[in-house]
């Protein structure tokens, strides 16, 4: 079997961006599980990111199966385009997720004290669960809408928790974010790689030996190469 290599390069780097898809989506959700209440710091959603993950590994294994599988140039050629598609509408559906969450990464500090004003009228008791867990009392002091109210007597918090939450959740939004530049970095740089090999044209280097082969026998039995063709 000839080599193959920048085939297998968009594929790797492809299933890069769907592998590092799927670990951000692993994180996101293992952060909201933990002391963050994803009502308070909403980094969904992660299902979006396996959901992205997968669609970037499915397009990156339909990629090789159809190419291999095809042994005409025009279907191949038809087969490059479909998959520059692909990633195309993957990298800006990534893209639009990754500004968004760069949008709120700067400006996590008021949108998160906006975020905890709603939680607490609708919905407080995933407070205490935060509050419990950074060892702090309402928002920007002990006495700033605390769950429970007498929040700093019962636990003996002092500190408010816009302290030690908008540092964690700057650096959680902030892993996010850069996961999805990585994401969208990779799927280019296929997107580039398969717009290079559309543009040469020249597909024998990715046929599979056997399909050559039997191409070859084909025209050997309808008799139309020459002596020096058969040699």
């Not at 980094?43 to 990111?49: E, F, S």
């Not at 650096?171 to 996010?176: C, M, S």
């Not at 999805?180 to 296929?190: A, C, D, I, P, Y």
């Not at 997107?191 to 040469?200: E, H, N, Q």
Request: one cysteine or more.
């Amino acid at each position: 079997m000839r080599p193959r290599r920048p085939l297998i390069a968009i594929n790797i780097v492809t299933l890069l961006a769907g592998l590092t898809a799927i670990a951000v989506a692993i994180y996101t959700a293992s952060v909201e599980r933990g002391v963050l209440s994803e009502r308070l710091v909403n980094l969904k959603p992660p299902l979006g990111g396996f959901l992205m993950g997968l669609a970037v590994a499915v397009v990156s294994a339909l990629g090789v199966y159809l190419f291999n599988t095809s042994s005409d140039h025009h279907d191949q050629s038809t087969m490059v385009k479909v998959y520059m598609v692909s990633l195309a509408v993957l990298m800006i559906i990534n893209l639009i997720g990754t500004a968004l969450s760069f949008a709120f990464w700067t400006s996590a500090d008021y949108q998160l004290a906006e975020q905890w004003g709603q939680v607490y009228e609708h919905h407080p008791e995933e407070l205490r669960k935060v509050e419990r867990g950074y060892g702090c009392c309402g928002w920007s002091g002990p006495k700033d809408r605390p769950v429970p109210a007498d929040c700093m007597d019962r636990y003996g918090f002092v500190i408010g928790c816009r302290e030690r939450v908008v540092p964690a959740a700057e650096q959680a939004i902030g892993i996010v974010s850069w996961g999805g530049v990585v994401v969208t970095v990779l799927l280019g740089v296929s997107l580039v790689l398969a717009m290079s090999m559309l543009a040469s044209g020249d597909y024998d280097d990715y046929l599979d030996e056997s399909t050559r082969m039997a191409e070859a026998r084909q025209l050997l039995r309808e008799g139309t190469l020459g002596p020096h063709q058969r040699a």
